[in-house]
């Protein structure tokens, strides 16, 4: 968990994000990364399931996401945010960070 922690504020430094939430135990981190309460990266990790959710959230809703479960990936597409795509390669914690800053910029978030 300590690799986690250092990769978020290392991340929040080099992206200029916000920390506005940080909860987390030896085994699960729920974290929120953002621009604003309203659009924000939200992290939930559980070491023990091997679980990754990544989700971009504007104004209560998951736009974007990227899900690891049991070491397979899947994405939530801007598209369709609802619909699983399975997802060959493993996305970082910087990489969905740097997909996000894009998307929120195509719509004219930032």
Sequence with gaps: MD?????????KVKYDLNLLFLDYT???LLCRL????DIFIQIYVNIRKN????ALVV???RIYGIDRE???MHEH???SPELHIPHESEVSIEDFIIKSIDIL???GLL
């Design 59 to 61: 104004k209560d809703n």
């Design 26 to 28: 030896d085994i699960t």
């Design 70 to 72: 049991g070491g397979f």
């Design 34 to 37: 953002g621009f604003s309460y």
């Design 51 to 54: 679980k990754v959710n990544l």
């Design 77 to 79: 597409p801007i598209e």
């Design 3 to 11: 690799e986690i922690l250092k990769n978020i504020y290392s991340l």
């Design 105 to 107: 910029e195509n719509l």
